[in-house]
């Protein structure tokens, strides 16, 4: 029970560290690491959460090759040391604000909603759904999904390639005249 | 007031996931790279599935409808990202910088 509790409240301040981290990291490796690191924590929620294909699929994903990408596109452009800037501190504050507001009427909503209409809401859509999907029978659908999001960003690369050797030029052709 | 914190019900998951939404919206607003605001969305679509995955876990008995749909959020998310990098490469190419306040200066 005391080991549940203290694995629980561990991950929620470790994952909310984390995301701190991406915010406010001073360098933009170290935002890239949080990052991961938060990728990582939020996927030990899932399982605390008995959720073991979620877990897989987002460290698969997410945390192998989301991760891996950003740290390649990070040196490909040659930014992994480069320092981050936040907004002025007007928009700071500014932004602040607006996030308590919003947060309050969150807290609004969820203390007097979430006994009456929103949790009921949710029980009931579960007692009456009689048809429970399959999570196996939809993982190879699923798979084909993975291959079109690859195929789909490597069209749109070469797309993207494509449109800009064709401005290049006219560009060139404008300066010329 | 302890049985509140010693219990662990929706309601925890309910306010990890608002405050991590809250987290990226605030990083959305404040950053001034491009890069870390695509990071602020990602973190923002992570608990969506922390707010879907735990409304399985505690009201749904089965779980697959949850996983189902926390999965297909997953994958929506890591496209999203991964076309928004593309694009933000191709800015980088096209402006050597990928500071949104300083693209806009040399734009206007």
Redesign the interface.
Same mark, same amino acid.
């Given at each position: 029970m005391v080991t549940?509790?203290i694995y &629980?409240y561990f991950l929620?301040f470790a994952?909310?560290c984390c995301?701190?981290g *991406?915010?406010f990291a001073p360098v933009?490796y170290l !935002?890239?690491l949080a990052?991961f690191l938060?990728?990582c924590f939020?996927g030990f929620?899932?399982l605390y @959460?008995?959720?073991v294909? +979620?877990f897989v699929?987002?460290f698969i994903?997410?945390g192998v090759?989301?991760s891996s990408?950003?740290f390649l596109?990070?040196k490909?452009?040659g930014?992994i040391n480069?320092q @981050?800037? +936040?907004?002025p501190v007007s928009?700071?504050i500014v !932004? !602040?604000v &607006?996030?308590a507001l919003?947060?309050l009427l969150?807290?609004l909503y969820?203390t007097q909603e979430?006994d009456n209409s929103l949790?009921s809401f &949710?029980?009931t *859509?579960?007692e009456k !759904?009689f048809v429970? *999907?399959? &999570?196996k029978h939809?993982l190879y659908p @699923?798979s084909l *999904?993975?291959v079109f999001?690859l195929v789909?960003?490597s069209v749109?690369?070469v797309f993207?390639d494509t449109s800009?050797n064709v401005q290049q030029p006219k560009e060139s052709g404008e300066s010329k005249l | 007031m302890i049985n509140m914190f010693v219990n662990i019900g929706l309601a925890h998951f309910l306010v990890l996931s608002l405050i991590l939404y809250l987290t990226g919206l605030f990083g959305v607003l404040i950053s001034r790279n491009m890069l870390r605001t695509v990071m602020s969305l990602f973190i923002m679509s992570v608990s969506a599935v922390i707010n879907f995955a735990a409304f399985g876990y505690y009201c749904d008995k089965s779980m697959e409808n949850a996983n189902m749909i926390s999965v297909f959020i997953l994958i929506l998310t890591v496209i999203q990202t991964i076309i928004a990098l593309v694009i933000l490469y191709k800015i980088y190419q096209a402006n050597e910088n990928l500071d949104a306040e300083k693209i806009k200066d040399k734009e206007s």
């Open positions: 549940n509790l &629980f929620f994952t909310i995301a701190l *991406v915010i933009m !935002s890239a990052l938060f990728i939020s929620i899932y @959460l008995n959720s294909y +979620l699929f987002q994903l997410c090759f989301l990408y950003i596109l990070i490909k452009i930014k480069q @981050l800037r +936040l907004a928009k700071i !932004s !602040s &607006f996030l919003f947060g969150f807290v969820f979430i949790y &949710f029980n *859509v579960a !759904s429970s *999907v399959n &999570f939809y @699923l *999904v993975g999001v789909s960003a749109l690369r993207l800009q | -």
